[in-house]
């Protein structure tokens, strides 16, 4: 048995002064009655035997529903098992070519689906995150700067909704509505790796992966990517990086000089072999992806990673019995208040 509120019985302080105010020994007046034998031989009816118990009625009463406020349990279960989990922070960037459009995925039937690269990245993840109920999950973006959108979490659910939010800054907003620079629509590798990393320190499983998802090619930041990438091999952390899309021509929506939405084509640029060095420095590996496919099929492989058994206690279910008490407080006090109507003519 447990009491899962037991600051309620602090309230058995003020019940015991009114239980020491009713009972009280005190002086009680009287008269002088010589005639003794002319007064009637029973005296004491129903209602002052009924006016005697009222007091205790109502205090008992009282005491149940203390009692039931304190909220008596009994342990029914506690589960424990043994899960496979990992730590992953998945490092996003979100500089402005995450604009493109040449990962929009084609049906059977040739038709495109317009979406941004940041649109099926976001996709992809969030059905990465279905998949791995148990790990400790992390999300980390980086244009210009790098920032934590959430910490390692077991909340799966708000991290999904943390990353649905995830947008392109535009040239004067970023995706909360505040005003930005044109270096915040860079791409800071180095800084989003060492933040993923400072996220990953003290997390409970041993495996410790980042997945870094870049587009582009380190043009700002106060640490550099090799930089980054050797802080990562001395914490012994993997960092599996995924290069999207390729150096060339990529689709973009823009507006004409009448404010028409139209494709246009700008110069996008991937730099292949600072990632294949960043994934090499820690152990991992690196994937190309120019398709939805690809990006699927590159978290799959990552998903297939050696992981580190964890005992979790995952429920502790109790019974419930604050109802009896609260039920008899109930019928206690209004036997009392009954009573004291028929008797007495008032409530108390």
Request: some cysteine; overall charge positive; proline content about 5%.
């Amino acid at each position: 048995m447990r009491f899962a509120y037991p600051i309620a019985f602090l309230l058995f302080i003020p019940w015991l002064l009114a239980f020491w105010r009713l009972y009280r020994r005190s002086e009680r007046a009287g008269i002088l009655f010589a005639p003794i034998r002319r007064l009637p031989i029973r005296t004491a009816g129903w209602r002052v035997w009924a006016s005697r118990i009222l007091p205790a009625l109502f205090l008992a009463g009282i005491a149940c529903l203390i009692i039931a406020a304190a909220r008596p349990q009994t342990f029914i279960a506690r589960e424990r098992r043994t899960v496979d989990a990992i730590a992953i922070a998945m490092t996003v960037d979100i500089s402005g070519s995450m604009e493109a459009l040449d990962l929009s995925p084609r049906s059977a039937l040739g038709t495109v689906t317009e979406k941004t690269r940041l649109d099926v990245v976001k996709e992809t993840f969030a059905e990465f995150i279905r998949q791995r109920p148990d790990d400790l999950l992390a999300l980390i973006t980086f244009g210009g700067y790098a920032s934590t959108r959430s910490p390692l979490t077991a909340d799966h659910r708000a991290l999904l909704h943390v990353l649905n939010g995830v947008k392109v800054p535009t040239a004067d907003m970023d995706d909360q509505g505040r005003p930005v620079s044109q270096e915040e629509l860079l791409t800071a590798i180095g800084d989003g790796l060492a933040t993923a990393c400072a996220r990953l320190t003290d997390s409970e499983p041993k495996t410790r992966i980042v997945v870094l998802l870049s587009d582009g090619e380190s043009n700002t930041g106060i640490i550099t990517p090799e930089q980054a990438a050797e802080a990562a091999k001395k914490l012994g952390i993997r960092v599996y990086t995924i290069g999207v899309g390729s150096t060339g021509r990529a689709p973009f929506r823009t507006r004409d000089i009448f404010g028409r939405s139209v494709i246009g084509w700008a110069e996008v640029s991937l730099d292949e072999t600072q990632l294949r060095a960043i994934a090499s420095a820690s152990g991992a590996r690196y994937f190309n992806v120019r398709d939805p496919g690809g990006l699927k099929t590159a978290l799959d492989e990552i998903g297939r990673l050696e992981t580190t058994r964890v005992d979790r206690q995952i429920l502790m279910r109790y019974h419930e019995w604050f109802v009896w008490p609260l039920l008899a407080g109930a019928m206690l006090i209004c036997a009392a208040l009954t009573l004291g109507m028929l008797t007495l003519r008032r409530l108390l």
